[in-house]
């Protein structure tokens, strides 16, 4: 049986896209995807490998997502496991 949480988010044409999520050394890695096409995976665990000083060396850190050209539909984050995956916000830049 499949287990992973996921956070869908239905958003219209953008410029740009990025997600800041919880990085620390024991987190999870994050999925990317938007209408079933894999765009991004974040290594949380990586990312937070090199940060120290922070309560339980956790930090908020954003992460750019190459976005398709006037894409539409939903934005779909799907945690992989591995540790905890805290999505702390999306950003989503619009087109005029």
Known sequence: MDYRSAL????????????TAVACSDCGRLEVRHRGQLLKVIDLSQAGADRQGTAAG???????????????????????GGGPVIIDGVTIQRRR
């Open 58 to 80: 956790r930090h908020a850190k954003e992460f750019s997502v190459d976005w398709p050209a006037s894409a539409r539909g939903y934005l779909r984050l799907v945690s992989l």
């Open 8 to 19: 869908s988010i239905r958003i219209g044409r953008t410029e740009a896209v990025s997600v």
